[in-house]
C-alpha cells in the first residue's frame, strides 16, 4: 500500500490477485449471493485504493483491507439487500459449485462432503451476526485475536468470548443438538 502511495500499483494489482478469493469467500460466508460478492468486492478493491493516502502502514494491511469489507458489508446490510442467514453461503439456482481439488473421490464421499458443507454453512447461518464475524475473521481468515479487535472496534476479550461461544455452538450443532 506504502508502494501505492508512492505511485506504483503493481503491489496493489498483485494483492487483488492474491486476496480477491479470499474477499469473495468473505463475503459468501456472510450470506451474500455470488453476485451481491462479486459487486461487494468490487466495491472493497475500489475504495482501498480510492484512500490509499488514508492507509496508516502501523498494522498489517491484511487487516485494513478486511475493516474495508467489513464496513461494506454492513452498508450493504443497512441498505436491506441480503438475503436471508438461513441461506449463507448456499448454491443460487443456476449457479454450480466451485470444484473440490482432491483425489478423485467416489460419488459417496462427494454425497457426503455436501451434505457436511451444507450442515456447516446453516450452523453458521444460525450464529448471530457478531459470532459469525468473529469466527469469519479468526477461522476463515486467519486473523489475530487483537486484529479483530481493531477491525471490530471491540476488546480483545469480547472476540475471545465470542470465538468462544461461536465454536461452542457450532460444536453443539454439528453434534446434533441445537445450542
Known amino acids: 500500500m506504502v508502494a501505492l502511495q508512492n505511485g ?9 490477485r492474491q486476496d480477491a ?7 459468501r460466508r456472510l450470506g451474500a449471493s455470488r453476485s451481491e460478492s462479486e ?9 482501498v485504493f480510492r484512500n490509499r493516502d488514508h492507509y496508516q502502514p502501523n ?9 474495508v469489507a467489513r464496513n461494506a458489508w454492513i452498508d ?27 483425489r478423485a473421490p467416489s460419488p459417496e464421499e462427494r454425497a457426503s462432503r455436501r451434505e457436511q458443507a451444507g450442515r ?13 464475524m468473529v469466527f469469519e475473521l479468526g477461522i476463515q481468515q486467519e486473523l489475530p485475536y487483537s486484529e479483530i479487535a481493531g477491525l471490530l ?5 469480547t472476540v475471545k468470548s465470542r470465538m468462544f ?7 453443539e450443532i454439528l453434534e446434533g443438538g441445537e445450542a
Open 21 to 27: 478469493a479470499s474477499i469473495l469467500a468473505f463475503f
Open 39 to 47: 459487486d461487494l468486492a468490487q466495491e472493497v478493491f475500489l475504495k
Open 165 to 171: 461461544h461461536a465454536v461452542r455452538k457450532l460444536r
Open 120 to 132: 456447516v454453512r446453516d450452523a453458521l447461518a444460525q450464529l448471530s451476526d457478531g459470532h459469525r
Open 59 to 67: 498494522g498489517r494491511f491484511r487487516a485494513f483491507a478486511f475493516r
Open 76 to 102: 450493504h446490510r443497512r441498505r436491506g439487500s441480503v438475503r436471508p442467514p438461513s441461506a449463507a453461503g448456499g448454491v443460487e439456482e443456476g449457479e454450480e459449485r466451485p470444484p473440490i481439488p482432491d
Open 153 to 157: 472496534g471491540i476488546p480483545e476479550g
Open 8 to 16: 506504483d500499483p503493481r503491489p496493489f494489482e498483485a494483492w487483488v
